[in-house]
């Protein structure tokens, strides 16, 4: 099992940006792949980005493609996402998630340890 903290969730204006942090514990970190997730009230909990053991891949979501960026410091053991041009509808709780194996999935299924989750709020 994995231990995840997310940080660096708040409160900004459409088109500013914040960075997440997710800092992991347990198993070797360079070890499985990680992702981003988020749930907006009243909605299922959809995916965000992903990146490789390494770091070599990454994919996004189209709805987050050329404005969020994921990547990974395995000497930290932390996986970050800086997301840009904030808009209204990136409101939601944000998850990290660590998956079952080295190369990252899109499929909720394929990650087996969650994050508590932290809450980003994009004011009009």
């Known amino acids: 099992q994995v231990q995840l903290v997310e940080s660096g969730g708040g409160l900004v204006q459409a088109g500013g940006s914040l960075r997440l942090s997710c800092v992991a514990s347990g198993r070797t970190f360079s070890s499985y792949a990680m992702g981003w997730f988020r749930q907006a009230p009243g909605k299922e909990r959809e995916f965000v980005a992903g990146?490789?053991?390494?770091?070599?891949?990454?994919y996004y979501a189209d709805s987050v493609k050329g404005r969020f960026t994921i990547s990974r410091d395995n000497a930290k053991n932390t996986v970050f996402l800086q997301m840009n041009s904030l808009k209204p509808e990136d409101t939601a709780v944000y998850y990290c998630?660590?998956?079952?194996?080295?190369?990252?999935?899109?499929?909720?299924?394929?990650?087996?340890?969650w994050g508590q989750g932290t809450q980003v709020t994009v004011s009009s």
């Open positions: 998630a660590a998956d079952r194996g080295i190369e990252l999935h899109t499929t909720i299924s394929a990650y087996d340890s």
């Open positions: 990146i490789s053991w390494r770091g070599g891949r990454t």
